[in-house]
């Protein structure tokens, strides 16, 4: 009997020893669960890298520009309102690259000593722009950044008005941005952009027979406005 009710004894403190244990390894899986960003289904996915943007954008270019021999020689160049798509990469939620697309056209005026040409042709651009960006993250839906870049611009469909022959030159230029998002959701988002372009091609001109060379300092603003997804 003695030895029976030892038995229970020790079967009951290797019970209370497993429940004790069970305890602490249920106590110990739920602590790991509420660190680990694994565990759960509400735990909220990191947004993709990719983000994609439409604006309408105004294009205003400065009226400024010679033809080289001629002293006193100006030009000037009709703004527009164009679309443009732009593509991001975030390599972090600071840092992103922006690949900036559309395309424009220009009138070009004679001014001062060669005012009297008028239209002197029209061109269009392609201006890719890339540029590198910094994003404040520290005001909610607020997200203000800026950037700068290089730009190339492709002048194409060169059409001469009172000049004989046009021809402006494909030229590498500089870019600095700032603009913010607000976004209304996890996607998508409300966007204002402005962009400087510093860019001042080279061109030949023929009038009259007469070659000559000159330089176009377009070097136009760029201001946005349209909406923002985030995939």
Known sequence: MA??????????TAAIVLILAGQQAVAADLAQGAS???????????????????????????DSGYVNTVP??????????????????FFTDNIAAELILGTTYANI????????????????????TLTLQ????????FKPYVGAGVNYTIFYNQDAGSADALKIKNTFGTAL???????????????????KLFLKPDFDVT??????T??????????????TYRF
């Open 109 to 128: 005026e004679g001014q001062g000593a060669i005012g009297g040409l008028g239209n002197i042709g029209k061109v269009w651009l392609l201006p890719p």
């Open 177 to 195: 941005q700032v603009g913010f998002d607000y976004m209304v959701d996890q996607h998508w988002g409300v966007n204002f952009d402005v962009k």
């Open 134 to 141: 910094y994003h404040f993250t520290d005001f909610g839906a």
């Open 207 to 212: 009038v009259d027979g007469a070659k000559l």
């Open 36 to 62: 680990d960003p694994q565990a759960g289904a509400a735990v909220t996915e990191w947004p993709s890298p990719w983000q994609v943007r439409l604006r309408a954008l105004g294009v205003i270019t400065e």
């Open 214 to 227: 000159g330089k176009a300092a377009l070097d136009p603003w760029l201001i946005g406005a349209g909406v």
């Open 3 to 12: 030895r029976k009710q030892t038995g229970v004894a020790r079967g009951a």
């Open 72 to 89: 006193g020689s100006g030009l000037s160049y009709s703004d527009t309102v164009v679309p443009e798509l732009d593509i991001s990469y």
